[in-house]
């Protein structure tokens, strides 16, 4: 699904991503082992994609409650991240990095790398925001390393926006 949304991203097809979105989670739905946290998820990741960040803190949110629940620590990740964005979106960076911290020193089988080196990214984000430069770059040096390790072309592209974002907060 995220894969799918992103390739209509980038093409420039925003009015797919609802129906692309509602019929993976009616698919989800009809399965024999359906996932409302799952479902939450998407709904989360797609609301911060159409600039709803009120309804992508939600999903979230109740996403994350029913995924450690359900034992699903992929999406338990990517709940985590979208809740972090959710927060970006909002101002409220404190609590965003909190959630990167989740991201990043989670442990055991939730100790996922590469969603490490997102929590890496969202750190990096919100201490931005607040004007903490040093901090975003070295937040940005931990998710480097990961995501070149994986030859994962895309996180970087993210991560040099990030790098902008920083070098424009450091001239201000």
Same mark, same amino acid.
């Given at each position: 699904?995220?894969?799918?949304?992103?390739?209509?991203?980038?093409?420039g097809?925003? %009015?797919?991503?609802?129906?692309?979105?509602?019929?993976? +989670?009616? %698919? =989800?739905? *009809?399965?024999?082992?359906?996932?409302?946290?799952?479902?939450?998820?998407?709904?989360?990741?797609?609301?911060?994609?159409?600039?709803?960040?009120?309804?992508?803190?939600?999903?979230?949110?109740?996403?994350?409650? !029913?995924?450690?629940?359900?034992?699903?620590?992929?999406?338990l990740?990517?709940?985590?991240?979208?809740? !972090?964005?959710?927060? +970006?979106?909002? @101002?409220?960076?404190?609590?965003?990095?909190?959630?990167?911290?989740?991201?990043?020193? =989670? *442990? !055991? *089988?939730?100790? +996922?790398?590469?969603?490490?080196?997102?929590?890496?990214?969202?750190?990096?984000?919100? *201490?931005?925001?607040? @004007?903490l430069?040093?901090?975003?770059?070295?937040?940005?040096? =931990?998710?480097?390393?990961?995501?070149?390790?994986? !030859?994962?072309?895309?996180?970087?592209?993210?991560?040099?926006?990030?790098?902008?974002?920083? %070098?424009r907060?450091?001239?201000?």
């Open positions: 699904v995220s894969r799918q949304l992103a390739l209509h991203l980038k093409g097809r925003w %009015q797919k991503i609802g129906p692309l979105a509602e019929w993976s +989670i009616a %698919q =989800r739905s *009809r399965s024999k082992r359906p996932s409302l946290p799952g479902n939450n998820y998407y709904r989360a990741y797609y609301s911060r994609l159409m600039l709803q960040p009120e309804a992508a803190r939600r999903d979230a949110e109740l996403a994350i409650v !029913g995924l450690a629940d359900a034992l699903d620590p992929e999406r990740a990517g709940a985590l991240l979208e809740s !972090g964005a959710a927060a +970006i979106y909002r @101002g409220d960076f404190e609590f965003a990095l909190r959630r990167a911290f989740e991201l990043q020193y =989670r *442990r !055991g *089988r939730y100790a +996922i790398p590469r969603w490490q080196s997102w929590g890496a990214w969202l750190e990096a984000v919100a *201490r931005c925001h607040l @004007g430069v040093d901090e975003a770059d070295a937040a940005l040096l =931990r998710a480097r390393n990961r995501f070149e390790d994986e !030859g994962y072309v895309g996180a970087l592209a993210d991560l040099d926006t990030v790098t902008l974002l920083v %070098q907060v450091r001239l201000a």
